[in-house]
């Protein structure tokens, strides 16, 4: 059965950058991407963006960029996301999931989510 | 990108049917009928509910459809249960100017 399971909780501090792992079974990882989407506490989901597992394309949110990377390696079946010059707002929920990509945008399996928290 | 626009709240008694909207743009919501919707429990990933817009995933009650008007996708969940009482999320993609996927702010579900 199709599984992600990222890496557990982390807590920085502001100024710091933090990289969270995401690895897939159960299917062929190649054949998808992954989305990366966060959840500030009490607040509604958003998307931060996307990596072609096939070629290591990328589309990123706006408000993000220049602050984050995503990668993968097909050799583990693991995607990762690193999110640098961590503010506070950057607390949240950080979640993988298996996506198609744009246009589709269908995120059929989610990992549990590692939480993040930005703290001095 | 600003985010799609959905009620916070809606609420509904057991047996009844409600229907949640997703309002967006012509470059987004309008230009595809590829909007998803997904299911929230506190302290739960999301889970997706609806994809493409109308079509639901393997083990998903018929209860939950999707449909799309113009610019406004929806979510209709009929003869609710308690089990349904969750946030509600629905997502589209932003169009081939910016390559964004963007999300609807939530609906906060209430069964009664």
């Known amino acids: 059965q199709v599984q992600l399971v990222q890496s557990g909780a982390e807590v920085k501090k502001p100024g710091a950058s933090v990289k969270v792992s995401c690895k897939a079974s159960?299917?062929?990882?190649?054949?998808?991407?992954i989305s990366w989407v966060r959840q500030a506490p009490g607040q509604g989901l958003e998307w931060m963006g996307w990596i072609s597992a096939y070629n290591g394309n990328t589309n990123y949110a706006q408000k993000l960029q220049g602050r984050v990377t995503m990668t993968t390696d097909t050799s583990t079946s693991t995607a990762y996301m690193e999110l640098r010059s961590l503010r506070s707002d950057d607390t949240a929920v950080y979640y993988c999931?298996?996506?198609?990509?744009?246009?589709?945008?269908?995120?059929?399996?989610w990992g549990q989510g590692t939480l993040v928290t930005v703290s001095s | 990108q600003s985010a799609l626009t959905q009620p916070a709240s809606v609420s509904g008694s057991p047996g009844q049917s409600i229907t949640i909207s997703c309002t967006g743009t012509?470059?987004?919501?309008?230009?595809?009928?590829?909007v998803s919707w997904y299911q929230q429990h506190p302290g739960k990933a999301p889970k997706l509910m609806i994809y493409e817009g109308s079509k639901r995933p393997s083990g998903v009650s018929n209860r939950f459809s999707g449909s799309k008007s113009g610019n406004t996708a929806s979510l209709t969940i009929s003869g609710l249960q308690a089990e349904d009482e969750a946030d509600y999320y629905c997502?589209?993609?932003?169009?081939?100017?910016?390559?964004?996927?963007?999300f609807g702010g939530g609906t906060k579900l209430t069964v009664l």
């Open positions: 999931a298996r996506d198609d990509g744009p246009p589709t945008v269908t995120k059929d399996y």
């Open positions: 997502c589209s993609y932003a169009g081939s100017s910016t390559f964004e996927m963007v």
């Open positions: 159960g299917y062929t990882f190649t054949s998808y991407g």
């Open positions: 012509s470059s987004d919501v309008g230009s595809y009928n590829l």
